[in-house]
Each structure stands twice: as C-alpha cells, then as structure tokens.
Nanobody, 113 residues
C-alpha cells in the first residue's frame, strides 16, 4: 500500500480552474484520479502510465482536465481542471492500483456561483 495525500480542492465558480495535487511514494506506478459526487458512485476520470507518457480520460472530462506526473521526483501527480462546471463537484481521490489499491483521503471540489 502506498500512502497518498491529495490537496488543492476548493470552491470555484463555473468556468474556473483548479489544480489538484497528490503526493506520496509513487515511483513508477501507474496512477489514477477518481471522483465521487453526493449520492453517486465513485467514477474514474483520468489515468497516467508508469512514466507519464500515456494518459487516458473519461469522456466527461476530456479536453478540460489534464493529468500529469512529477517525473523528476516520482512523488506527485497532478490534475489540472479547466472550465469547471457544477457537475464536476465532488470528492476527488488519487489512486494506485484500482479498487483494491491505495487511496488518498480525498479533496473536495465545489463548483458553484
């Protein structure tokens, strides 16, 4: 298990941006971002390969969100979120290894005017 800590969430108006961070002893592990809105299931939104060269996105965030990795220190991943909308609100989690892998405690994102 890898200990992961997310940060960077907050309250933002529609159309605004936030940058989430996830720090931990990530090394060359593939990593993911998930989110969970109230009364909804947790959904995968972005993934990045071991060396940061391959990225994938859910259709709901493609073109607006960018996942990246700190390849210099292998200790962090990021999620740049642009053009945020109310439906992007929720708790955001970084993850290594899928459902039975390692999870952070989450960081709350609220998009509201």
């Amino acid at each position: 298990q890898v200990q992961l800590v997310e940060s960077g969430g907050g309250l933002v108006q529609p159309g605004g941006s936030l940058r989430l961070s996830c720090v931990g002893q990530i090394g060359t592990l593939a990593m993911n971002w998930f989110r969970q809105a109230p009364d909804k299931e947790r959904e995968w939104i972005a993934g990045i390969g071991s060396f940061g060269q391959i990225t994938n996105y859910a259709e709901s965030v493609k073109g607006r969100f960018t996942i990246s990795k700190d390849n210099d220190n292998n200790s962090a991943i990021y999620l740049q979120m642009n053009d945020l909308q109310p439906e992007d609100s929720g708790m955001y989690y970084c993850n290594q290894g899928g459902t039975y892998g390692s999870w952070g405690q989450g960081t709350q994102v609220t998009v509201s005017s």
